[in-house]
């Protein structure tokens, strides 16, 4: 049995438990989990192929494709919130 996969289980339901928490309160354990995302994605990815990888880390900068681009055009100077 792939280890990868149940940890990838895990890290899904940690997830879904910090969603749930008051917003105040999802700052900690958010954080811990976004840094351990990416070597979740690289495992997953030794154990089937570097395809799921790509998948993966796709799946991942798609979740923060909104701050991704906020801090994208503060950094060039072009965001209207300065």
């Given at each position: ?15 879904t438990i ?44 798609s979740m ?17 919130d300065e």
């Amino acid at each position: 049995m792939a280890y990868s996969v149940l940890f990838a289980g895990l890290w899904v339901i940690a997830s879904t438990i910090v969603a749930m928490l008051p917003m105040r309160l999802q700052f900690p354990p958010g954080i811990v989990l976004v840094i351990v995302a990416p070597a979740l994605i690289v495992w997953l990815g030794y154990d089937f192929g570097w395809f799921f990888s790509v998948l993966g880390f796709a799946a991942f900068a798609s979740m923060f494709r909104n701050p991704i681009r906020h801090y994208w055009q503060r950094w060039t100077g072009r965001g209207d919130d300065e």
